[in-house]
């Protein structure tokens, strides 16, 4: 079963507007954590944002905020004021438990593209 | 931020021969490093952990053989592809989780591995 699932292939977003970049996770653990990564053409993945499953407000970091809906078991990145640096492919991840190795699974991914 | 330094960036290698990759975490103890896969335009697919001291965890449908796996101390693990077929060209990625339990992955540069 898709544990990470990212809905968006492509968004087109005219810049200085706020996008919302979708995810929606499944687990039956109850602590989890939940990531954004932005990798940009060059490969390299760019860490943006974390959100833990107990954490009870959702995480912000600077333009970026993660809307964390627990029951709905949704964890959507929003960009605001978006910028033309801000076209990449956008990762949600999530690593289950407190205890093993806690890998990283990956969603498929959403390419953003910032049109001036 | 931590830093995970991954080399080379690019390599070219003929069909047959092996190619080593090298993660290393530049200024923090990584017990546990992860290796990736990323095919064009798709996500990172976990290949393995690497566990300091230890033998590799693989993922299910990894070959063991091809790719070894050597985490000799806790700043450097090693991804070895051996014997080399051009369907082994993809894009390869580290990361290294920081100390802590809810802490981020680094993420190293990749390697764009092509075999010709």
């Known amino acids: 079963a898709q544990k990470i699932t990212q809905t968006q292939p492509g968004m087109f977003v005219q810049e200085k507007e706020a996008v919302t970049l979708d995810c929606t996770y499944d687990?039956?653990?109850?602590?989890?954590?939940l990531f954004w990564y932005k990798q940009p053409s060059s490969g390299e993945m760019i860490f943006l944002i974390y959100?833990?499953?107990?954490?009870?407000q959702n995480a912000t970091e600077g333009r970026y905020s993660l809307n964390f809906q627990k029951a709905r078991k949704s964890a959507n990145l929003v960009i605001s004021a978006s910028q033309l640096g801000d076209s990449a492919m956008y990762f949600c991840a999530m690593r289950e438990g407190i205890q093993g190795a806690q890998k990283l699974v990956f969603g498929q991914g959403t390419r953003l593209t910032i049109n001036p | 931020g931590a830093v995970v330094s991954q080399h080379p960036s690019r390599v070219i290698c003929k069909s047959g021969t092996s190619v080593k990759i090298e993660c290393r975490s530049l200024d923090f103890q990584a017990t546990t490093m992860f290796w990736y896969r990323q095919f064009p335009k798709k996500s990172l697919m976990l290949m393995a952990t690497?566990?300091?001291?230890?033998?590799?965890?693989?993922e299910q449908g990894v070959e063991k053989d091809k790719f070894l796996i050597n985490h000799a101390s806790l700043t450097l693990s090693t991804l070895t592809v051996t014997s080399a077929h051009p369907e082994d060209s993809s894009f390869y990625i580290c990361?290294?989780?920081?100390?802590?339990?809810?802490?981020?992955?680094?993420f190293g540069q990749g390697t764009r591995l092509t075999v010709v």
């Open positions: 690497s566990n300091e001291g230890s033998k590799a965890t693989y």
């Open positions: 959100q833990g499953s107990y954490d009870q």
């Open positions: 687990t039956s653990d109850p602590s989890y954590g």
């Open positions: 990361s290294a989780r920081a100390p802590g339990l809810y802490t981020e992955a680094f």
